[in-house]
């Protein structure tokens, strides 16, 4: 298998579309700005799956299935809401096709128009909260703290595999709470899982903040985010996790009886990831090779690769390979013995580096005779000579290894590209030649925002969480600004 | 909690639609035909999922996942299964609303029309096998056994929680082979597979057949399908497999190379279970009480409600619930400990009788004396009093007995309840009067199937696995038949 990979520095974007592809994640498919995520980049998902769906329990939500399907009036009833999605959304009208009459084939069939058109979901709040004014009547109903695992559709005009795509898949939390500090709290939780998810099982750094107003989700009161920084200095949102303050109880009257006997709206909060999050793991981490999957979410952490002439050969290294997996497994570690005689070695090393598995073992005549197994480790590429008898623990150890190494590398690299300037020129040039987050005062305005925006196509990433308050000057206008935010070009 | 349900003797029907509602599965949600699944109901669908999942990977197949709209264009491709689906299908027209120009509110943008309709998949042969085409050139590219787990829609007129539901949740396999043989032996392993899913974990006794040519999926060469039986005397179609001959592939121009070194065309299956299954789960085993669940798939297998008066009661019973509570986990036994002070022990019997907990679990002042617990079992609603450091050995065996018991229950039923009969006039009798599954000689004729449906409303549900070749004659027609089919109402 021959790579045939463009390299990152002479072209990123094209380095990412291709890696995609041949590293068998995902494709387009004949369905405009629809993606086919392919077996094994779904393996990748259903592992991020796993760990998120078990945090998501661990903190006190259940998952529930709400409809595809949001009726247009539904849409309208939160006015910021509707102003966000209207312009990118899948219309349903009718319900059923039919055979031409003059014969040309198959048409829609006008006799089946809908009453009201049916939005594809762009996102639930609309349909949920009109179902949880059925499910909230008195403050013993809170809180409400649920999950769906879904598709979602936005008609996006220019589609990217995984970073921006027609239909997506994603979780999407949403809560109901009786008090506004409750509501808060839960939108902060969920940020920190996020947080720790994608460092923790991704292996990617991020900073958290929230979004200025004109970032905000449509329909919040106030955006939480990750942000993480991609090897080409471009940032990417991680995660979002929205206060929704009590925009949608209004606009679907749903209200709770207080202890007190009172009658107040309820608060609340929505967040989710998104297959997003593959593109966030496949920029952070791989290299002209091919992918570099953290061990946490490969769905193959070890490949073992026969080095042999014939079936004699092979037979005396199934002998002590076949135990060797045995062991591994026993270790909860996921192995592939790949032992198809339709393929070299050099072939299979490829398409392993290719895929991004963790830790590489090859076996030949020579290993043979030594008792020896060659390990190789795909963040750095190094290769080792290691005892047969050692391989277990050694393996198990590098596992843990690897995943902090490109951890560490990764939050180098973010640290690094961290710069402070102070002036719109400075700011600039930074920008032009280095990229990476930028940290300037802001005057707090949108005006000065969108004018940033418009000269640089940079935008404000976030407001770090805990921010420190100083005294300083916008570095656009002058004006005085209490913090600095951070700047940068996204995804 | 009063569970005010109506009878099945009452009306099987109605005590179907409050039963789900009331165990807060499932609910009716505005949007027409579509229904929102509960947490309770969707923790149930999970362990399904899981289930039934970790039984694909174990026979080689693998999750992938594939676009939620199909170009008309692709749907057309294969006669037969466009003229089975085009007259329930949602239609996407439309990419994007507008505000209208009169003020009057959210509108269609008419200049955002679709060049090409878009349907919401009814089901995903057509998508899939697009891509295969693309995926498939050599023998060793084959077989590609792949799974998805996804939504799909389909206009039903008339619907019903769970049974029958616009948009509904299912799985969908979709294999590509080299050989007929091949691929006949993958739609038969799935059958097995979901045989065992139903029978083992639901405890559902099910019936193995294939479909006559008129009940066929739209597309199939053949339709090998599982029969359940619910206690009203109707059977429900619980899963179907589907040989699909070289028709996809024809229609797709989907060819390999062969080891020869000739073009064939790719032979293949497609196989589906969905959430039509909450539905016969239900039916098939709970009472006017409520809900009865296997305990293999019960969210709460086991609950502890402590019964006092004040907070020194319930302290002391606490010191003795909480160890019991930590060694039923050890176990891997789900419990629930339900301390609430807001409801009373009646109450909350009646609350777990309804969402059908298999074991119930209660201790109070005497018991705390006694140094026993009572127990109840869901399915018998036997109760006994069982010393307490028995209790773990004692549920552990008892959940095991009650997932025996609920099935052999079921199966008893269902063999009562196949009739042969041998004239047309006993067969109306027995299904006027019985229900259930009727055993007759048929002549194999479609007129002759159409003909018993018009008159009875009973269709052929199955020609089963296996069946006795005999010489018989048809019941409605008098001509020679060679085997019995097995007739009845359906769902």
């Known amino acids: 298998m021959g790579k045939n990979l463009t390299s990152r520095a002479e072209d990123y974007s094209k380095w990412y579309n291709e890696l995609v592809v041949k590293a068998d994640l995902a494709e387009n498919s004949g369905v405009r700005g629809c993606m086919v995520i392919k077996p094994y980049g779904f393996a990748i998902w259903e592992k991020m799956q796993a760990a998120l769906d078990k945090m998501f329990k661990e903190t006190g939500h259940e998952n529930a299935y709400f409809p595809l399907f949001i009726p247009k009036s539904y849409l309208s009833k939160e006015a910021s809401h509707v102003e966000g999605f209207a312009k990118e959304c899948a219309v349903v009208t009718h319900y059923r096709l039919k055979n031409a009459e003059d014969g040309s084939g198959i048409v829609v069939d006008e006799d089946a128009k809908l009453e009201e058109e049916l939005i594809v979901r762009p996102t639930s709040e609309t349909i949920i909260w009109d179902t949880y004014r059925k499910w ?55 940020l920190k899982v996020y947080a720790d998810f994608v460092e923790q099982f991704m292996g990617v750094p991020v900073i958290k903040g929230v979004k200025t107003e004109s970032e905000r989700f449509a329909g919040a009161v106030e955006t939480y985010c990750i942000e993480a920084l991609m090897q080409d200095g471009k940032a990417l949102q991680a995660g979002t996790s929205h206060f929704l303050g009590q925009n949608f109880a209004k606009a679907f009257d749903v209200k709770y009886a207080t202890k007190e006997g009172g009658q107040e709206h309820v608060w609340a909060t929505s967040w989710g990831v998104s297959t997003r999050l593959m593109g966030a793991l496949i920029m952070t981490h791989s290299d002209d090779n091919g992918l570099v999957l953290p061990p946490n979410l490969a769905p193959i952490q070890v490949v073992i690769v026969p080095i042999y002439k014939g079936e004699e050969q092979l037979d005396a290294l199934r002998e002590k390979i076949n135990p060797l997996v045995t062991a591994l497994r026993e270790k909860n570690i996921s192995v592939k013995f790949d032992d198809r005689d339709t393929h070299k070695p050099g072939f299979k090393f490829n398409e392993y580096e290719l895929k991004g598995v963790p830790v590489r073992l090859a076996m030949g005549k020579r290993d043979l005779e030594n008792g020896t197994v060659e390990l190789a480790r795909r963040d750095t590429l190094e290769k080792t000579s290691v005892a047969l008898e050692e391989v277990v623990e050694k393996v198990e150890g590098l596992l843990t290894e690897i995943q902090e190494n490109i951890y560490n590398k990764a939050k180098s690299f973010q640290q690094e590209n961290i710069t402070e300037v102070n002036s719109y020129d400075e700011f600039k040039q930074v920008l032009e030649e280095k990229g990476g987050f930028i940290s300037a005062f802001w005057d707090g305005t949108k005006e000065t925002e969108e004018k940033v925006k418009q000269d640089t196509k940079a935008t404000i990433r976030c407001i770090p969480i805990g921010v420190k308050q100083e005294n300083g000057a916008c570095m656009v206008t002058g004006k005085p600004a209490n913090y600095r935010v951070l700047f940068a070009k996204a995804y």
Chains 1, 2 share one sequence.
């Open 136 to 190: 909230i009547q008195s403050y013993r109903d809170l809180p409400l703290k649920l999950n769906q695992w879904a598709n979602v559709v936005r008609w996006e005009m220019r589609t990217r595999l995984f970073l921006r795509t027609a239909e997506f898949l994603w979780q999407e939390g949403h809560t109901a709470h009786a008090t506004e500090k409750e509501a808060i709290e839960e939108a902060e939780l969920i």
